[in-house]
């Protein structure tokens, strides 16, 4: 399972505690139904916001420890009790989500790394707070990781997004490898698209390496788990790389080869 539908984020998968699952999940649905109210249906840009203000009031109930009466919230409230955890990162993803109802382009990296900020990262601070390993050094760890398996995302689904006319390469980057957006909406992947995305791709596996000693941090299943998302996120890069980033005709995806890979991989670091 996945946040946002994209399999780079694995959820309560069976490498965790089985007393934590539950938790997940909780965490899980609500991100994952937010997400689907700003992208799925046919709704109008109106109705997505009315729907997720209505989320963010749900919210408010939990944080003043008001009575609800829809599961999600219910599954969520409990959950926010039992474990303690914090109120400010659901909210964060809200506020991403509504951001993919009004803004459909990133002028710059620092725009787009905001918005990831709140993407993202909330998810990895919350689990990191279920774990009881909440530390500062642990946030800076998990907050590499995080933006890095979201831009991953960016990367292998620039197809998939233009067609809800969005573009997540920052536009400032694309005019330094003059790469136009009418080209990238025409599939162009020529070699100034190879040169842009290879850029994209380094800094992207450079954030990634840089949050891996998060998994020996943790240890345990909780720390394989994490290392397995790791390679995960640079299996999808590799293979990026390996069709010359032509992901207008294919997008990448992880096959029962690379999952060997992967969970090889992540025993040995």
């Known amino acids: 399972m996945s946040i946002g539908h994209y ?40 109705q997505r916001l009315a729907a997720l ?31 303690r955890l914090s109120m400010q990162p659901f909210y964060d993803l809200l506020s991403a989500f509504a951001q993919d109802v009004t ?22 601070r919350l689990l990191l707070q279920l774990y009881q390993a909440d530390t500062e050094q642990n946030r800076q760890w998990a907050d590499k990781i995080c933006t890095a398996l979201q831009l991953v995302n960016f990367w292998q689904d620039v197809a998939i997004d233009l067609k809800k006319d969005r573009l997540y390469i920052p536009l400032a980057d694309m005019r330094a490898f003059q790469v136009h957006v009418w080209e ?65 005709q294919h997008r990448p995806t992880l096959n029962k080869r690379d999952w060997c890979v992967m969970l090889w991989r992540a025993l040995k670091k």
């Open 7 to 46: 399999e780079n984020f694995p959820v309560a998968s069976i490498l965790l505690p089985q007393h934590m699952r539950r938790a997940v999940m909780a965490i899980y649905r609500f991100a994952r139904s937010a997400d689907d109210l700003a992208d799925e249906g046919d709704a109008t840009p109106e």
């Open 53 to 83: 203000n209505d989320f963010r009031y749900q919210l408010d109930l939990i944080a003043s420890h008001q009575a609800l009466n829809q599961s999600l919230f219910v599954k969520l409230g409990a959950t926010i009790a039992k474990h």
């Open 103 to 124: 803004v459909q382009r990133y002028e710059t990296t620092a725009e787009l790394y905001d918005y990831c900020r709140r993407s993202a990262n909330p998810v990895g």
């Open 184 to 248: 990238v909406q025409e599939g162009y992947s020529g070699s100034r698209w190879q040169k842009l995305m290879r850029y994209q791709i380094g800094r992207t596996r450079a954030m990634l390496i840089a949050g891996r000693p998060l998994g020996a941090a943790l240890g345990g299943r909780m720390g394989y788990e994490l290392r397995v998302m790791v390679e995960g996120g640079l299996r999808i890069l590799e293979k990026l790389e390996q069709c010359d980033i032509e992901v207008f």
